[in-house]
């Protein structure tokens, strides 16, 4: 039998994934062993990218077109809805953050009444790795850390990196929540469409945000899924996922 093309074993790969997959997923289910390229992460985004067999969901995350109405449909995203919409963006890349900081080896907290929202197919819940937030301060500066969106601690239980998803809502309240931790040597994300980059420098301009100004970065949709791709390039590398 004539082994399958790259672009047909890509979308095979895709078909036993439920139809979709991120590209960091796909790098793991495919097997390159007879893939004459220096690079195949990059051919399978060529692929993907170039093909009207695919179309793509979010940045990172493709479907196949033929089963494009129960992939849709499988994410609420089947009929025009806003809100449908930016719910399964919010979750998506709280998603994409606890699985970038699990790969770095980092522990992941996400709020509880996000733990059973889906990311894909998995409840956040189970992709972070705690239970529960580590009482690393005051009690009236934790009731703001256990609302925000992803944090990554480190190995001696204290914050690593605090991120918010920032679709639509305003930003200022999510720097507030920064504002109050300030005074922890932790890194501080905003996530967010680029186009929005503009309304965080307004904010992040006041003057009460000074002293943030230096920590808070603000990372765009595409940036998040291009460094889960990265992450998952190295996993593959390092045996490690």
């Known amino acids: 039998m004539e082994k399958p093309t790259q672009a047909g074993q890509v979308i095979e790969a895709m078909r036993r994934n439920g139809g979709y997959a991120t590209f960091g997923e796909l790098n ?15 051919s399978v985004r060529r692929i993907v990218q170039s093909s009207d067999a ?6 990172g995350l493709w479907a196949l077109r033929e089963s ?29 953050a606890l699985g970038i900081g699990n790969m770095k080896g980092m522990q992941t907290y996400v709020p509880p009444q996000d733990k059973n929202r889906l990311f894909l197919r998995k409840p956040l819940g189970s992709v972070a790795t705690l239970d529960k937030i580590y009482n690393f301060t005051y009690p009236e500066i934790l ?10 601690f480190n190995e001696r239980n204290l914050p690593d990196s605090f ?34 980059r503009g309304r965080f420098n307004d904010i992040m301009g006041r003057d009460i945000f000074a002293p943030l100004r230096p920590r808070v970065k603000f990372s765009s949709y595409e940036h998040i899924a291009a460094q889960y791709e990265k992450m998952s390039e190295l996993s593959l590398i390092t045996g490690k996922i």
Not at 32 to 42: D, I
Not at 54 to 59: G, L, V, Y
Not at 166 to 193: C, G, V, W
């Open 143 to 152: 009731r703001s850390a256990v609302t925000i969106d992803v944090i990554w």
């Open 68 to 96: 494009k109405d129960s992939t849709l449909k499988k994410f609420q995203l089947h009929a025009p809805d806003k809100g449908k919409m930016e719910v399964f963006t919010h979750w998506y890349y709280q998603g994409l």
């Open 28 to 42: 793991h289910l495919l097997d390159f062993s007879t893939w004459k390229t220096k690079s195949p992460q990059a």
């Open 163 to 196: 991120f918010e998803i920032e679709h639509s809502t305003d930003m200022q309240n999510a720097l507030l929540k920064f504002h109050a931790l300030q005074d922890y040597f932790a890194r501080f994300h905003i996530i967010a469409p680029g186009f929005r």
């Open 54 to 59: 695919f179309f793509k969901i979010q940045p």
